[in-house]
């Protein structure tokens, strides 16, 4: 039986005194979108800085295709792409130097990597652009570069946090559906944090965040009936209201 | 060293070269800031501070001539200084989570990092030295090239303590008191500028704090190597101090215990 692509387990993290993630338990499958819906102050940046071991949790475990992440952190990050919520891409080198770096760190030979940003940036429609300076792109160009980036090894997980935060409509979209279709095409395991229910699709699982809890977790459909919703929207402002009652 | 090492060192060092040269107005900076130094404050003070013969020097020398290594650290110093704001700067903007987020240890990282930003001061401490050479203010052949060693190990101590203070740095608005509370009483208090007897003359506590701080160890380590000569003490205490910095820069950006949950904190 194939490992989850994601398996997180009784993860619990406090700044402070206060809890910002309290038991957190989920799983991802290969070739599965699951969407972490959660409100702003959720836990979800938190949770992602645990994942990507940006820091360390004391209490519970996270494993990456079957490779605990305490035990083998390095083993573990190279199976996984990441897009993080701020801007990461170095505004004064162009779109291939930016991704040649990023080759460089996972270990891609040169010509490899020269292979495999030109095949990236051409499914994304950037390959006209790789020329140019981050500085000259906009929002939506740039977020497509930092997709191809984090998909250059090809990883077996793909996590995004709130990916189209300050990106257009038509961007946003175009961001969404990509992502959908690597998970159909290629089988690729996808954690999308968000906050914006229009980004679930109604075939995707979800997992609801609020104040450091897990909530709700299964398919869309399931979610929905175990709370008598008819539709991810009110299926989410039930359980956040409950939280607050 | 394993291919992966190889190319991800490779890979860091190119980003900061190509970050530097596109940062014009940054190279320009780091060789104004010494030249001003060598040919307007030196030519100021030739008369006022006379020199004596101490080695690594075998005859007088010039007063340009003897803060010529010290103005070499003193690049080193700044470049440490700016790579920890660009550290700083890369944390705030999020470009450096793709270093760390790398499959490799956070220690190679940190220390390719370092290497990289070493490998920038160096160019910056050549175009300086043949600018110098311009002006008539020359050095032994063979030390150009047998500093090369010792600016290495000069200006990854250096670095170290940039990496340092970019890890205990929380918020960019910061950075502007703690360049003024290291850069001058790390540069003024060492034998940069003057010879440590001289400060002895006036201040035997003066002395001592000059005689300790790293600064000083490493202006020493060029000053010899510039002249072929290897200053063991210097070469020993700066590499300690290079130990113990680094030491301290990896574990402030350790994700278990360093000070990067503590700022996630903050925010």
Not at chain 1, 141 to 156: F, G, M, N, T, W
Request: proline share 4%; with cysteine.
């Amino acid at each position: 039986m194939t490992a989850p692509a994601l398996e997180i387990e009784g993860l619990s993290y406090g700044y402070g005194r206060g809890f910002a993630l309290d038991d957190v338990s989920f799983r991802v499958n290969q070739g599965e979108f699951t969407a972490l819906l959660g409100p702003n102050g959720a836990g979800k940046t938190t949770l992602f800085s645990l994942i990507t071991r940006l820091f360390e949790a004391p209490r519970g475990a996270i494993k990456v295709c079957g490779i605990t992440m305490r035990d083998h952190p390095t083993k573990a990050l190279a199976r996984m792409g990441v897009v993080f919520q701020q801007p990461t891409l170095d505004l004064d080198l162009t779109v291939r130097q930016n991704l040649h770096y990023f080759a460089a760190l996972h270990g891609i030979a040169r010509r490899d990597a020269s292979i495999r940003i030109g095949e990236a940036l051409e499914r994304l429609d950037m390959a006209e652009r790789d020329g140019e300076k981050v500085r000259q792109l906009n929002g939506g160009h740039r977020r497509r570069v930092e997709l191809a980036r984090a998909l250059l090894h090809k990883p077996d997980l793909l996590v995004l946090d709130e990916p189209t935060v300050g990106l257009d409509v038509p961007a946003r979209r175009g961001i969404v559906e990509h992502v959908h279709e690597l998970c159909r095409t290629q089988g690729m395991a996808v954690l999308w944090a968000t906050h914006l229910i229009d980004e679930v699709h109604a075939d995707d699982r979800v997992v609801v965040i609020h104040k450091g809890r897990i909530l709700a977790d299964g398919s869309v459909t399931d979610v929905n009936r175990t709370n008598a919703s008819a539709n991810l929207t009110q299926t989410f402002h039930r359980l956040i209201n409950q939280v607050a009652a | 060293m394993s291919p992966h090492y190889w190319r991800a060192l490779q890979g860091i060092v190119t980003r900061e070269v190509l970050r530097f040269l596109h940062q014009r107005e940054r190279f320009l900076a780091a060789l104004v800031r010494p030249l001003v130094w060598l040919l307007v404050f030196a030519a100021g003070f030739r008369a006022a501070l006379g020199l004596s013969i101490i080695p690594p020097y075998e005859t007088y020398i010039t007063y340009e001539t003897y803060i010529i290594p010290g103005l070499v650290g003193m690049i080193q110093l700044f470049n440490g200084m700016q790579s920890s704001l660009s550290m700083v700067y890369d944390r705030e903007m999020g470009s450096m989570r793709t270093l760390l987020v790398s499959p490799l240890p956070r220690w190679f990282l940190l220390t390719a990092k370092l290497l990289a930003g070493t490998a920038v001061s160096i160019l910056q401490v050549y175009a300086f030295l043949a600018i110098a050479a311009a002006f008539d203010i020359v050095l032994p052949p063979l030390g150009y090239l047998l500093a090369l060693p010792a600016l290495v190990v000069s200006g990854l101590m250096l670095g170290a303590v940039g990496m340092l203070l970019s890890s205990t740095i929380r918020q960019l608005e910061n950075f502007a008191g703690v360049m003024n509370f290291v850069i001058f009483p790390t540069f003024f208090l060492s034998s940069a500028l003057y010879p440590l007897w001289k400060m002895r003359e006036s201040s035997v506590t003066l002395y001592q704090i000059c005689a300790v701080n790293p600064f000083t160890q490493a202006v020493e380590l060029i000053r010899f190597a510039l002249y072929a000569q290897v200053n063991w003490e210097a070469l020993g205490w700066t590499t300690l101090a290079l130990v113990i910095f680094l030491g301290a820069a990896i574990q402030g950006y350790n994700p278990a215990r360093g000070f990067m949950p503590r700022r996630a904190q903050a925010e």
